[in-house]
């Protein structure tokens, strides 16, 4: 049975950082491509980051480039996002979820069997 459970959420202020972490159980963790989603009140889940097996792509969406950084340790079956200058936009449920792909990082969220729970991120002004 695969579990992904995320932590590392929480209330920060605007400029703030946080890091998000996810540790998998159940799976080959290393044969799987992970991504970081997110969810805000009223909006779809959203692709932000993902990274390919070996760690070595990985791919965001353009409103978090150069603030997100998403990384895994494959020893530790978690993967990492790294998140600074938080604005309050940023507001949402993480998750981060797991895809079978072999190569590319998929964008959207049908491209991944696997699911955390969610973790809260509040960003205030």
Do not use: H
């Amino acid at each position: 049975q695969v579990q992904l459970v995320e932590s590392g959420g929480g209330l920060v202020q605007t400029g703030d950082s946080l890091r998000l972490s996810c540790a998998a159980s159940g799976l080959t963790f290393s044969q799987y491509v992970m991504g970081w989603f997110r969810q805000a009140p009223g909006k779809d889940r959203e692709f932000m980051a993902g990274i390919t097996r070996n760690g070595i792509s990985t791919s965001y969406k353009d409103s978090c480039k150069g603030r997100f950084t998403i990384s895994r340790d494959n020893a530790k079956n978690t993967v990492y996002l790294q998140m600074n200058s938080l604005k309050p936009e940023d507001t949402a449920v993480y998750y981060c979820a797991a895809s079978p792909s072999r190569v590319t990082i998929p964008k959207d969220p049908p491209g991944y069997g696997s699911w955390g729970q969610g973790t809260q991120v509040t960003v205030s002004s």
